[in-house]
């Protein structure tokens, strides 16, 4: 697996994109709203590490089950066969699999509570 980014849920978008622009020097990569009212923002450093941060719409209910604000996601280069080595680990699928616009993808936990998103692209 290869490391991807990291991902903060957060309840001031604007503060916490100032945060990490301004005070820890990280770039706007991209910035976009989703059609369920999620706003998104990736953040860079200059090797091209990314942070994600994400504040859901007000009428957003955040799952119950994820008691996580931080998400860490890596790629995988066979969904499928991933889901097959979870499931043989007894590993628990928390979401998906979710299409997304290149790829899918999969949340499951580490034994602290802490979200993985392992991402397969196109």
Request: proline share 2%; no cysteine.
């Amino acid at each position: 697996m290869d490391f991807l980014f990291n991902t903060i849920l957060v309840s001031d978008l604007e503060k916490s994109f100032n945060f990490y622009k301004d005070i820890i020097g990280l770039n706007l990569e991209k910035r976009f709203k989703t059609d369920k009212e999620v706003e998104i923002i990736f953040l860079e450093d200059s090797k091209g590490s990314s942070l994600e941060l994400i504040k859901y719409g007000s009428n957003q209910d955040i799952d119950k089950n994820i008691k996580s604000k931080v998400k860490i996601g890596f790629a995988v280069d066979n969904l499928d066969q991933t889901i097959k080595d979870l499931k043989d680990k007894r590993i628990e699928i928390i979401e998906g699999p979710v299409e997304i616009k290149n790829g899918r993808f999969i949340d499951i936990k580490d034994p602290n509570g802490v979200l993985i998103g392992l991402y397969d692209f196109e």
